[in-house]
Nanobody
Framework: QVQLVESGGGLVQPGGSLRLACAAS????????MGWYRQAPGKQRELVAT???????NYADSVKDRFTISKDNAKNTVYLEMNSLKPEDTAVYYC??????????WGQGTQVTVSS
């Protein structure tokens, strides 16, 4: 079992920045890939960014050049730095991890609202 706890969400004005954190209950070395997903009201959950055990990253086209995913292995934490936020970035952001066994775990989500 893996528990993932997200933090860092909130209300921010357009053009602003937020940093989300996802703390895992066990070593993230045991995870094949970790990622951030988001779900806006009335829409399907979508991929935002992923980072592999080896550090390779992948981003949705809509967030490239604005968002950065990173991880701190010592703290068992994955981050999502979000800059130049837009109203369309408003969503609940979820942390996910996929183990080498292909088991998948999700966090409870954190709300990000971009509004003036």
């Amino acid at each position: 079992q893996v528990q993932l706890v997200e933090s860092g969400g909130g209300l921010v004005q357009p053009g602003g920045s937020l940093r989300l954190a996802c703390a895992a209950s066990r070593s993230i070395f045991s995870m094949f890939v970790m990622g951030w997903y988001r779900q806006a009201p009335g829409k399907q959950r979508e991929l935002v960014a992923t980072i592999t055990n080896g550090g390779s990253t992948n981003y949705a086209d809509s967030v490239k050049d604005r968002f950065t995913i990173s991880k701190d292995n010592a703290k068992n934490t994955v981050y999502l730095e979000m800059n130049s936020l837009k109203p369309e970035d408003t969503a609940v952001y979820y942390c996910q991890c996929r183990m080498f066994t292909n088991l998948i775990y999700w966090g409870q989500g954190t709300q990000v609202t971009v509004s003036s």
